[in-house]
């Protein structure tokens, strides 16, 4: 079984490296990086899916499905658990997506894997290190993904623990950042000037609180709190609605328990609910105070518009989710919303701190050595 899903994921990750192979653009690391940051944010976006439709335990063990490396093997298996329990948690569709975000993640790992080889590889060679090939953050991506496999594991053997299932998140929001920092590192950037340079401590605090509130938006999904508000702005009408912050942020529990061993109740659902909601105000005006300020610097400004946008629409999807009682297509959205928060986040993070300066122009050394979309 290990030897066949060693194979689908590789047979998977050899589409992408076979598109950056046979590409037109001569520089094929920095080609393979991005494609990499891409399939990164898609494995995020469908592991989003996954939880959403509760495929989660869609094939009950790991790393395969009934002991087979394909949910075609274990078909029969599966059926007659669907038979058993129609409505889950185990049926044919969500086995299907289950094993298809293993395979996905498979997939990923291989790229990354590469990513490393290349990067050491033009390190030790190269008597000029360039920091685009420096093998740290590649080296750290892998060990983010051996991770992320271990709590994606124990995701389904502990029954979708809620502390299990969001530090899960938070690795493959972690791997995302890693992997923007290295696609960042190979393009040319626009100048930077002191205007931009000055926001350095403030967007790493920006981001870190982006951090903290995709944690807390995790720990909703988790625990399955998306509703306990189900108007808005006011939470079951009230303000401050009666709630158990106690039962409702104890880590060590399981899914729909406290940790005594009792059913969750409702007022804690709410608590986390309501803690998400509103540190979602104060994210979204650091957001936007951080994005008006770097818009006053020219290098800076397609980051900031975009992350302007990108924070409205969080906003209103957020919003939609609640008003609209869960559509899935929305609550995919806001999951990608959020990874793509970080990733800009983390883009303009890096562009502060290395983008060249007006004075550097004239310098090549001051830019990252291969031309790029800045």
Excluded at 27 to 50: C, E, H, P
Excluded at 172 to 195: C, K
Excluded at 329 to 354: C, D, Q
Aim: with cysteine; aromatic share 10%; proline share 6%.
């Amino acid at each position: 079984m290990l030897m066949q899903l060693a194979l689908i994921g590789l047979l998977v990750a050899l589409l992408p490296l076979a598109l950056v192979w046979f590409s037109g653009d001569a520089d094929k690391y920095r080609k393979l990086a991005w494609t990499a940051l891409f399939l990164t944010f898609d494995l995020i976006m469908f592991g989003g899916f996954t939880r959403l439709t509760d495929s989660g335990l869609g094939c009950p063990d790991w790393p395969g499905c009934y002991g087979h490396g394909n949910p075609l093997s274990a078909h029969e298996m599966i059926r007659a658990a669907e038979t058993a329990l129609p409505s889950g948690p185990v049926t044919v569709f969500k086995a299907w997506v289950e094993m298809t975000h293993r395979y996905l993640a498979m997939a990923v790992g291989v790229l990354i894997i590469t990513l490393m080889v290349i990067a050491w590889r033009n390190w030790l060679r190269s008597s000029r290190r360039a920091r685009r090939f420096s093998p740290t953050f590649p080296t750290l991506m892998l060990l983010l993904v051996c991770v992320q496999g271990a709590f994606g594991a124990w995701t389904v053997t502990m029954k979708l623990q809620p502390v299990v299932v969001t530090t899960h998140l938070l690795l493959g929001m972690a791997l995302l950042a890693t992997m923007t920092w290295v696609g960042a590192s190979q393009n040319t950037h626009r100048p930077v000037g002191p205007v931009g340079r000055q926001l350095a401590g403030p967007a790493l605090a920006i981001a870190l609180l982006l951090a903290l509130q995709i944690a807390l938006g995790g720990w909703v999904s988790t625990n399955y709190a998306v509703l306990a508000c189900a108007d808005f702005p006011l939470c079951q009408g009230h303000l401050v609605p009666p709630m158990n912050f106690g039962q409702g942020f104890s880590l060590w529990r399981h899914l729909g328990m406290t940790a005594d061993g009792g059913y969750l109740p409702f007022s804690a659902l709410t608590a986390i609910h309501w803690t998400h909601r509103t540190f979602a105000y104060v994210v979204i005006a650091g957001v936007a105070w951080l994005a008006y300020r770097a818009l006053k610097d020219p290098g800076l400004r397609r980051t900031a518009c975009a992350l302007l946008a990108v924070i409205a629409l969080q906003f209103c999807t957020g919003m939609a989710t609640v008003i609209f009682k869960w559509p899935l297509p929305i609550a995919v959205m806001h999951n990608g919303g959020a990874a793509l928060l970080l990733l800009l986040a983390v883009m303009l993070n890096y562009k502060i701190r290395f983008a060249p300066s007006p004075g550097d122009l004239s310098d090549p050394a001051a830019f990252n050595g291969k031309a790029g979309k800045p």
